[in-house]
């Protein structure tokens, strides 16, 4: 069963606008975090901003906020101001708990966010 | 600050053969995690070494096998290669084993490019 579920292959966004991109989880533990990353054509994935489950306040990092909404198990991202090299593909992922007592992260299939000048 | 570095960063095989790609962490990591993204898709979780030792990992055979060094780097084995394994390798660094708690961000190497003929 899908972990982390991105519903939007592709985004298109107009540059200036704000943009969100969708994200729903799954999972039964109470503890968890969750992330977005970014990976641009070169293949690096660039951390953006992180929520952990605990957390009350919906996280920022500048231009990135991430609009957690537990009950509904949604985490999406939202762009503000895109800018042209916004274009990239993003991740949703989710931290979670493993048996052996560690931790392991699941990503989603990803989005990519196509900026239009 | 060096961030993490994989090598090499292309890496052409043929089916039966064996690879083994390189992983250094970001400094003051101590923390590495293999992930094998496919063409289109997230990374998935290949596995986790802590103190020189595997102590998570994702659903992959025994033909992916892994090495942590003194030094933190780390190194992934791939026997017997099938063309399935062509992806792209991320290695990811942190710092400690157990991170879900605190905001533990995991920081990715540009990866490595194996295509298996």
């Known amino acids: 069963a899908q972990k982390i579920t991105q519903t939007q292959p592709g985004m298109f966004v107009q540059e200036k606008e704000a943009v969100t991109l969708d994200c729903t989880y799954d999972?039964?533990?109470?503890?968890?975090?969750l992330f977005w990353y970014k990976q641009p054509s070169s293949g690096e994935m660039i951390f953006l901003i992180y929520q952990g489950s605990y957390d009350e306040q919906n996280a920022t990092e500048g231009r990135y906020s991430l609009n957690f909404q537990k009950a509904r198990k949604s985490a999406n991202l939202v762009i503000s101001a895109s800018q042209l090299g916004d274009s990239a593909m993003y991740f949703c992922?989710?931290?979670?708990?493993?048996?052996?007592?560690?931790?392991?992260?699941?990503f989603g299939a990803g989005t990519r966010l196509f900026v239009k000048a | 600050d060096a961030g993490v570095t994989q090598s090499p960063t292309h890496l052409i095989k043929t089916r039966g053969q064996q690879v083994t790609l390189r992983c250094s962490p970001k400094?003051?990591?101590?923390?590495v995690s293999w992930y094998q993204q496919a063409l289109g898709q997230g990374p998935q979780f290949i596995f986790q070494?802590?103190?020189?030792?595997?102590?998570q990992r994702g659903n992959f055979p025994d033909r992916f096998s892994g090495h942590q060094f003194p030094n933190y780097s780390s190194e992934l084995n791939v026997n017997a290669l099938l063309l399935g394994d062509s992806a792209l390798y991320l290695c990811?660094?942190?710092?400690?084993?157990?991170?879900?708690?605190?905001?533990?961000?995991?920081?990715f190497g540009p990866g490595t490019r194996l295509t298996v003929l």
């Open positions: 999972t039964s533990d109470q503890s968890y975090g």
């Open positions: 070494y802590y103190e020189e030792e595997e102590r």
């Open positions: 990811a660094s942190s710092q400690g084993a157990s991170g879900i708690f605190s905001y533990n961000e995991q920081f």
């Open positions: 400094s003051g990591h101590d923390t």
């Open positions: 992922a989710m931290r979670e708990r493993t048996n052996a007592g560690g931790f392991k992260t699941i």
